[in-house]
């Protein structure tokens, strides 16, 4: 697995500052988020299909990355991952594990240097691919994934900023056929974007979707 920084100047040119292998063994279904200040966060399958989440020190300029700690943030598997900034020093993400669909909520100092873990909750008994999340309030978030059948779900749950509780609003299913390649965004106005793979794969589509504050 890989960390890498890019300088971007003013006409557009792209150019690579610096670059850190950061797990020599395992490094995909990466979800990467900024925490706060340097500290960055990043949620991947590791080794031997293990969940890890690990913290980076990356200045402004990009000229060093820095792994400061990596945990286990699920001992059996982590695959999927969408991972969200709560407040400066909590996150959430959104995983498929061994056998069902999960949320949890991690602590971190903003410097990187410790991760706990706060809360877990099961979102759904089965698969869970193709996850993201997006921010619908202060409390609130939206998931999108492919569930049940393949077909396509959107959830809404309440998720304290501290990270010590998880409660499930509402739930949706947005395609009957198959939903894959999910991105979501918050378009602002209580509307959000979601962008998706179809029908058998042969189509994609862009919807939108209101959700008031709470869900």
Do not use: C
């Amino acid at each position: 697995g890989y960390i890498q920084t890019f300088k971007v100047d003013a006409a557009g040119n792209i150019s690579s500052k610096k670059r850190l292998e950061h797990d020599t063994s395992h490094g995909t279904d990466n979800a990467f988020t900024h925490l706060t200040g340097t500290t960055y966060v990043l949620a991947y399958r590791g080794q031997s299909n293990r969940g890890k989440m690990s913290t980076f020190t990356i200045p402004a300029d990009g000229g060093s990355i820095t792994k400061v700690k990596t945990v286990d943030m699920d001992g059996n598997t982590a695959q999927y991952n969408a991972i969200h900034k709560m407040t400066d020093s909590t996150v959430v993400v959104v995983y498929e594990g061994q056998t069902k669909f999960l949320m949890k909520t991690f602590q971190i100092p903003s410097d990187g240097k410790t991760i706990t873990e706060k809360k877990s909750e099961t979102i759904y008994e089965g698969k869970a691919d193709w996850n993201a999340i997006a921010q619908v309030d202060a409390n609130t978030y939206i998931i999108a994934t492919q569930g049940k059948d393949d077909d396509g779900y959107l959830y809404t749950y309440d998720v304290a900023p501290d990270g010590s509780s998880i409660a499930k609003v509402a739930e949706l299913e947005f395609d009957d056929e198959k939903s894959l390649h999910h991105t979501l965004y918050n378009a602002g106005s209580n509307s959000f974007v979601l962008a998706h793979t179809g029908t058998s794969n042969s189509r994609t589509y862009g919807k939108m979707f209101t959700i008031p504050a709470d869900g």
